[in-house]
Structures are given as structure tokens and as C-alpha cells.
């Protein structure tokens, strides 16, 4: 009976003998119990069995064993489940593993959990995830993570998703980030939005990229800018 075993019995199981449990045995195990795995221990877990904890199961997990998923088992977090991690448990993903995570589970973060990213996870957000990123938790990113964004990421940005970008994140914005900006993205920007990149900025963009603004956009530029 796996329900009887104890919390320092739990703590001593190996990776191979966690693997080998089911996900209906890992469905029944404490909370207790499940943290006391050593990290080392839950890189085991199949992604079944990590798929069926339950949200309270989930977020027991400790911060050294998130910090030890593989890209795999992330793939198998539900959106349930990580709507409940906490923001200690999250930055302790490995930047693969962040980047394992679908679509739909990343969607399930609140705009408190994505300002809570580290620099590195930000950077390594894929096109995917960014695109599907609703404009509220696009812009729960701050400023430095903007920062570090790379071309491709910056090009996987909506036209939706650029209208509602504040000023300073946009001004946050590499020169080679920017020039990724579609020509769809760059046309939802206002005024202000124009306004507020930099000198470095609008002498980046590219010949396509300039060709698409509107005219409101071209007088938008500053002096400076022009």
C-alpha cells in the first residue's frame, strides 16, 4: 500500500522507483509525502502522473523540485495547475522548462505571476507563447524584461497585443528587438506609442518598416526622431 508508507520512507525513493509508479499511485499520495520526494526523485515522475495532481498536490511541490523538472514533465502542466504555482515555485523553472509549458497553461498565469519571471525566463519565452499571451499579462512584463527580448520574440507580438503597450516598454525595446515589430504591430502603435521610441529606435527600423506607417504615424515622429 503506497498510502503507507511514511513521509521519511517517501524521502529515500529513487528516481527509477518513482518512475515506476503509476498515475493513479501518484494520484493518491499526501502532500506529505509528495514533498518529501528529493528533487532528484521527481525528475522520475512520468508526465501522466504529474498530469493528474490535483492543484493542492501541485503547489506542495517544493521550490528544489520545480527547480528539477524537465522539459518533458513541464509540458504535461495543466492550466489548473499552473494557475496555483506560486511566484517562488515559477522563477525556479529552468528556462527550458518554461519553455516546455503550452500555451493554454501559460495563459492560466496572472499578471502578477508573469511580472515575477526572471529576465532569462522572459528571454526565453517562445514566439509561441508570446503570441498567445492576452494584452493584460503581454504588459504585466516589466520593463527590464522587455529589455532582453529578443527580434523573434518582438516579431511574434500581434497587432492587438502592440496597441496596448505602454510607452516605456516600448522605449525598453532593444534596436534589434524592434526592427522584428511587424509592419501590422508597428501600425496599431498611436501616436504616443510612436512618439516615445527612441532616437536609436526609429534610426533601427527598417525600410519595410517605415514604408507601413501611416501618416499619422510619420507625424508623430519628433524633430528628433526625423
Not at 5 to 24: E, I, K, M, P, Y
Not at 26 to 31: E, F, I, L, R, S
Not at 141 to 155: I, P
Not at 181 to 203: E, F, W, Y
Amino acid at each position: 500500500d503506497l498510502n503507507a508508507l511514511t513521509t521519511a520512507q517517501a524521502a529515500v525513493l529513487t528516481s527509477a522507483q518513482v518512475r515506476a509508479l503509476s498515475a493513479t499511485q501518484v494520484d493518491t499520495m499526501t502532500t506529505e509525502d509528495l514533498a518529501a520526494l528529493s528533487a532528484t526523485a521527481l525528475r522520475g515522475i512520468s508526465t501522466a502522473a504529474l498530469a493528474v495532481l490535483d492543484t493542492t498536490q501541485f503547489d506542495a511541490l517544493t521550490t528544489a523540485q520545480f527547480a528539477a523538472l524537465t522539459t518533458a514533465q513541464s509540458v504535461a502542466i495543466t492550466s489548473a495547475q499552473l494557475d496555483a504555482i506560486a511566484t517562488d515555485d515559477l522563477v525556479a523553472l529552468t528556462t527550458a522548462a518554461l519553455r516546455g509549458l503550452s500555451t493554454e497553461a501559460l495563459a492560466a498565469l496572472d499578471s502578477v505571476q508573469i511580472g515575477a519571471l526572471t529576465n532569462a525566463q522572459a528571454a526565453a519565452l517562445t514566439t509561441a507563447q508570446i503570441a498567445s499571451l492576452g494584452s493584460d499579462d503581454l504588459n504585466a512584463l516589466t520593463t527590464a524584461q522587455f529589455a532582453v527580448l529578443t527580434s523573434a520574440q518582438v516579431a511574434a507580438i500581434t497587432a492587438t497585443q502592440a496597441d496596448t503597450l505602454t510607452t516605456e516598454d516600448l522605449a525598453a525595446l532593444s534596436t534589434g528587438a524592434i526592427r522584428g515589430l511587424s509592419t501590422a504591430a508597428l501600425d496599431a502603435l498611436d501616436s504616443a506609442q510612436i512618439g516615445a521610441l527612441t532616437n536609436a529606435q526609429v534610426v533601427a527600423l527598417t525600410t519595410g518598416q517605415i514604408a507601413g506607417l501611416g501618416s499619422d504615424d510619420l507625424n508623430a515622429l519628433t524633430t528628433a526622431q526625423a
